[in-house]
């Protein structure tokens, strides 16, 4: 008779569904189709590729080859609008220890679009169902196993789904919760929901309408179980199935499998499955072996789900790999309920080393599982060579503690012969670097405001009138004296060149020919040169000045990086990453929710940052704060970026500190937060301009110690504004709604 559940429409079509993960196929040309309201088992031993086949019908992770269509969509190329209609429990609990029940509950609601109405009657609804109403303001993590499962139950049911996939429902929790939660399968299913369920159990296998069973990447069989059981390859036309129950059923087994008719012995709990030749009687069999047959309760039996699946296991084993699978046991033997006795203890020590322990007891071991570790960890591996490398190409390369080429401005308004070598030879001392030359006021100061240069030469327009005239020349150095070492250094240089030139002219001109001496305005006699210093921007030298705007910076990017990176891979590391993947949430509803409160807990933080730089360190910002704080949300956004960027890359925790550390580190060390870029070689230069904090830092120290604007940091801004639109681009690009 026909069943009327097969002209129900299809829900799942797989066709010869493939995926491989570099050389190993974990799925191999598998298809089969589950029409609604159906409850289909995928059943198979560990590693068979169930929930493989689970993850692509999901649209998670791509096929390698072949095609499916779920609720009559493509999962390749309508992925998004089937995750609206079928909801997913995976294996591991992977829901929010640190959320309430009903949180759980509520977020899973709203990722779906469900108005809060209506989340209220679900939860409502689904407490019910559940029957975890008494628990709801529990946090999950602390709810036992079988509780875990109803809340993932609740959870993926939460949007109505027509489709459920259940990846191992039932592992790791007790038989009644098990019996529970079939009870609310079948209550689901009753209600039009089709359930696609994988798991270990046989028991639960007989509850499906229909089971597929796969084997080494393989589906070897499919139907419904009643079918399965009447395949002849699993009782043949000459064969009978009986059902033995004596004592030491363990024993018993092995003798009779040795004998002649028997095809194959096998335990189920305490009794033995024969299947022996038609012409053979279990009495024949029991005779030679010396078993009162009156001791042994024998029955005829049909086949169970077990019977087929271990009859169809071995005849895969023989038919493909014979040699490599003889030793192994098979699945149903795996899952056979007869527990294993344990091995022989060993009563008087032997296999034991008697040797009394050393000390050292266990190096080797703990040696060689640790070489493994670093082995198999590639992050490790990176870590411990790029990291030193790096380390000592910039201490030993890169950091140069000796000052020169500090940039210069100069202002000549005199522009004769006297004035330009008094220019020329401040750059000859190496400390200078002429950036600019101006001609104005206005332009001079800007230059010096913007940062584009440290020190400021203005020579009046009578600097060589005075010269000639053998009166005393007066010019001004301007030094930002934000950062100490270098305003120390441009300070005593230009002192000293000053006395090196007045002290040459008095030797060449005066002695010689016997002018007088230069005099100072008041008529004394004074050097020919008096170069005036004076220090902008931070007078007495603090070093605080230089350092705490830097800082700002720098830890500001180390706790948004960190954060951020850490975020998104521990959902990763605890699966409900994958859990939100299979929910309709986009991928800029994901990136945005999880990044804007880092991107508030970074405002506050710079907020904090700051008041403490004011009143503990006692450094004002002379510029507009406004700004100062609109800058440093460009920056924490890069920043937030570099830290999704990690988490792209990272796939444990563990890995995300080590890379978040890769970046801090050029970030410290090149951005000019401790040494002075220009003293960089010019290749290491060139790298500090790709590093987003070396713009934030200069226009930390631009607003807050020269009170520059907007303008005066339009190069910096500029700078900011493409790392952040580089940083972002890449890392939203690399993080997919996918498995990788
Ligand atoms: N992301 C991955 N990268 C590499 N190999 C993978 C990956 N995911 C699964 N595999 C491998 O694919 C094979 C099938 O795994 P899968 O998890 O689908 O098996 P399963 O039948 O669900 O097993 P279990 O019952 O233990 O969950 C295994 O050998 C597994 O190690």
Known sequence: MPDPADNQPLVIDAQGLGRRFGDLVAVRDVSFQVRRSAIFGLLGPNGSGKSTIIRMLLGILPASEGTAAVLGRDVGLEAEQIKRRVGYMSQAFSLYADLTVRENIEFYGRVYGLTPERIRERLTELLELTGIGDRVDQLAGTLSGGWKQRLALACALVHEPELLFLDEPTAGIDPVARRQLWDLLYELSAQGVTLFVTTHYMDEAERCTSVGYIYLSRLLVLGKPDELKQLPEVTPDDARRYELRAEHPARLMSRLREQEGVRDATIFGEAIHLLVDQDRGPEELLEPLGVDPSKVEVREIAPSLEDVFVTLTQRADNDSLPDQLTEAPSPAEEESLEPTPPPPTPTNGEGVSKRVASPLHGLWAVLVKEFAHIRRQPSTIFFMLVVPVMQTIIFGYAINTQIENIPLVVHDLDGRAASRELVARMVNTRR?????????????????????????????????????????????????????????????????????????????????????????????????????????????????????????????????LFLTSFAVVRERELGTLEQLFVTPVSRAGLLLGKLTPYAVVGLFETLLVLVVMIYVFGVPIRGDAVLLVALAMLFMVTSLGLGLLVSTIARTQVEAVQFAFVVMLPSVLLSGFVFPRSEMPLPIYGLSFLIPVTYFIEILRGVILRGAGLLDLIPSVTGLVLCCVVVLSVSIGRFRKQIE
Not at 497 to 517: K, Y
Not at 525 to 545: H, M, W
């Open 432 to 560: 200078f670097r002429l950036v600019r030359k101006v001609t104005g006021d206005d332009e001079f100061y800007q230059a010096l405001r913007a940062g584009v240069a440290q020190a400021g030469l203005i020579i009046p327009p009578d600097y060589s009138d005075r010269l000639i005239r053998g009166e005393q020349a007066a010019v001004q150095v301007l030094i930002d004296g934000s950062d100490s070492q270098i305003a120390t250094t441009a300070r005593s240089t230009a002192q000293l060149l000053g006395l090196d030139m007045s002290i040459n002219l008095a030797r060449g001109r005066g002695e010689a020919l016997g002018v007088a001496p230069s005099r100072d305005p008041t008529g004394q006699g004074a050097l020919p040169i008096d170069v005036r210093t004076r220090l902008l921007y931070n007078p007495d030298l603090e070093s605080a000045y230089f350092f705490v705007p830097g800082l700002v910076g720098i830890i500001l990017q180390l706790v948004t």
